[in-house]
């Protein structure tokens, strides 16, 4: 046996991280052999950027309850038959993420909170953030109803014993989904956010908004997207799928013509103008819209372009719309490559693509980042 391959006792039981038999480097050449064969034909696919580090890196967990014939259950979704596995801690996830989930498991039967049980019951699952760079946690609690009876309590006792937990909110789900977050929010203590640093810039990310989960290779990412832009304070940049507005804002913070985005999720958008503002950019202009929907103004110039969609890709309509920009730089920052391949595809015929480079977001698993230069042909 390889003595470099990462060793975790749950790997069997758990089924999130599907690489754990290779060691890191094997690891590495399977995602870079998939990365050639998806994209190889559109130029070269410059040598895979490690994640450094390859464990604890990831920034949020989320911890399933269930009570089923009278036993609490809880631990991480196991997507291969939906049920959950059982674990005390995760080698991936920053070590504090995985004490907190401890001392909120023992927590939960001492102060006699409700499990659902797919019927009835309050607690689904738990949500904890960390910025890492500033230390701050969130903490929220996902459940049948929104707000249940022993919240307050709870809250005051972890925020007794953890100073740096500032935000802790619960948040309403009452669909089949097991992890969906986007029903109604209510804060319990704190302020409602944390803060982090990323790439020089303060950024405000509440619980339901999206934020990169390895914030080491984040930082790797969004730098060598930002040297392939090449930003001046005359262009007018967009940032399409722009979330909390961080890759449009720390790009430019040194100046820029106008920066917009866009993106479907409300609270997200709040959050990017608020994130603008506190890094002292001014002449901005978010949108909350879907990207099937989202119609520029073809009067309108951008010279830069940044595109960072979910795993399905961009909208056809929506590259349909890129197509009629001409941007000068389109940089396409996609975590699937097979829906990359398909979306450059769909682009040749107006755009060149210059460089590609993978970049290591997701150590343990199969996904791979990737950030591309893409100039009007």
């Known amino acids: ?45 410059q ?10 890196y990831r920034n949020k967990a989320q911890y399933l309850f269930h009570f089923n014939h009278g036993k609490m259950i809880s631990g991480l979704y196991r997507s291969s038959d939906g049920k959950i596995a059982e674990i005390d801690h995760c080698l991936m ?44 946690v969130s903490v929220t609690f ?58 020089g810039c303060s950024f405000r990310i509440p619980p339901k908004a999206f934020y ?15 040297e392939y832009a090449r930003i001046t304070t005359s262009d007018h940049v967009l940032d399409a799928y722009c979330g909390i507005g961080t890759i449009g804002i720390a790009a430019c913070k040194d100046g820029c013509a106008s920066l917009d985005g866009f993106d479907i999720n409300h609270d997200s958008i709040s959050v990017a103008a608020q994130n603008a503002e506190q890094n002292g950019i001014r002449n901005y202009q978010y949108t909350c819209i879907s990207d099937s929907k989202c119609i520029l103004d073809k009067n309108r110039h951008f010279d830069v372009v940044f595109a960072d969609p979910p795993r399905a890709g961009c909208d056809r309509r929506f590259i349909s719309t890129l197509l009629e920009l001409h941007a000068n730089r389109l940089i396409y920052i996609s975590c699937n490559p097979q829906t990359l391949s398909r979306d450059l ?33």
């Open 1 to 45: 046996m390889n003595k470099d391959i990462r060793t975790c006792k749950y790997r069997r039981k758990c089924g999130a991280c599907q690489t754990l038999n290779l060691s890191y480097e094997e690891e590495l050449s399977l995602k870079m052999k998939r990365e050639i064969d998806l994209l190889g034909r559109f130029g070269h696919v």
């Open 345 to 377: 595809n769909m682009m040749k015929k107006n755009y060149k693509t210059e460089y590609i480079q993978p970049v290591d977001m997701f150590p343990g698993t199969t996904h791979v980042e990737t950030v591309c230069l893409l100039t009007h042909s």
């Open 212 to 226: 990169q989960i390895n914030p080491y290779s984040t930082e790797t990412l969004y730098q060598t997207a930002f």
């Open 142 to 199: 996902v459940t049948k109803n929104g707000l249940f009876p022993q919240a307050e309590e709870i809250a005051e006792e972890l925020m007794k014993h953890h100073p740096n937990i500032v935000c802790i909110t619960a948040v309403k789900n009452d669909s089949q989904t097991p992890l969906w977050m986007n029903g109604e929010e209510y804060l319990i203590r704190g302020r409602g956010y944390i803060n982090d640093i990323l790439c």
């Open 47 to 56: 040598e895979i950027i490690p994640s450094s580090p390859s464990e604890h």
């Open 93 to 136: 996830e920053d070590r504090e993420l995985s004490r907190l989930y401890l001392q909120i498991r023992t927590m939960i039967p001492q102060k006699r909170v409700r499990i659902f049980d797919g019927k009835k019951g309050d607690l689904r699952h738990i949500m904890i953030r960390k910025g890492i760079h500033t230390g701050e």
